[in-house]
């Protein structure tokens, strides 16, 4: 390849030379000698780089193809795994559940305790304990229905405990209400970072696993008292909601 672009310099300065010469001897026969050399030298030329590019661009998509097939068979021999041992654990997956809204009417603070009053639609299934979301998060469970209102407990409340595991590390902990939201349970060499996601576990009847929770804000490592303070910020702003989500069993 650097050869044959070698040569093609090559002829294109040998023209360039008969262009020069032509132009001081002012001869009507070398300008169109040059015109006639030159340009579809230059045309040539550029057409010569595309194709390096082009053929640069190639190579580089069949890696990328190649890579993303390696990695699609990997995955597959990884589902096919997966399979297998929920065959052998005899795991049972949790049916969907369905998600009904609720109008949030309003949201008091008892005690530095968050709760959030909704308006129960007629027809509306909705028992204590299920679970709540909002469109980022959890925000909380029901704590009890009353006629058509349903007061839901927040995760900003001091009688809640969510469950919880960092999608990072896996490291699980205890989420509580403390005048702001602490995880505890987290060892001094445990590994929690300021930034990683917490999810639900799972572990317990009231919250699925999977719900995005908070993200660690803070981390503070105290050795004389054995334990990591660890501050979280909850997705959802618990202060201000229109609607919420409560998901409820099949």
Request: a positive charge.
């Amino acid at each position: 390849m650097k050869k044959s672009l070698n040569i093609v310099y090559g002829v294109i300065l040998l023209t360039g030379v008969v262009f020069l010469l032509s132009e001081r001897s002012g001869s009507m026969i070398g300008e169109g000698i040059a015109y006639r050399t030159i340009l579809p030298f230059r045309v040539m030329l550029n057409n010569f780089h595309e194709l390096i590019r082009a053929k640069e661009e190639n190579d580089a998509l069949s890696r990328m193809v190649v890579a993303l097939s390696l990695k699609l068979q990997e995955l597959r021999e990884i589902q096919v795994e997966n399979q297998r041992l929920k065959k052998i654990l005899g795991f049972v997956q949790e049916h969907h559940r369905f998600i009904q809204p609720v109008q949030v009417v309003n949201i008091l603070t008892e005690a530095d305790n968050t709760i959030i009053i909704c308006k129960k639609k007629p027809y509306t299934i909705v028992k204590p304990d299920l679970p709540v979301v909002g469109y980022n998060g959890l925000i909380g469970k029901v704590k009890e229905v009353v006629d058509d209102y349903i007061r839901i407990q927040s995760i900003a409340h001091s009688m809640t405990r969510v469950s919880v595991i960092d999608s990072r590390s896996r490291v699980f902990g205890i989420l509580k209400w403390e005048g702001a939201l602490y995880l505890h349970g987290v060892p001094l060499t445990g590994d929690v970072k300021v930034g990683d996601t917490l999810v639900t576990s799972g572990m317990g009847a009231v919250y699925p696993k999977g719900i995005n929770v908070g993200i660690i804000k803070k981390v503070v490592r105290n050795r004389n008292e054995y334990q990591t303070t660890i501050l979280v910020e909850p997705f959802e702003n618990l202060s201000f909601q229109e609607e919420v989500f409560v998901l409820v069993k099949p």
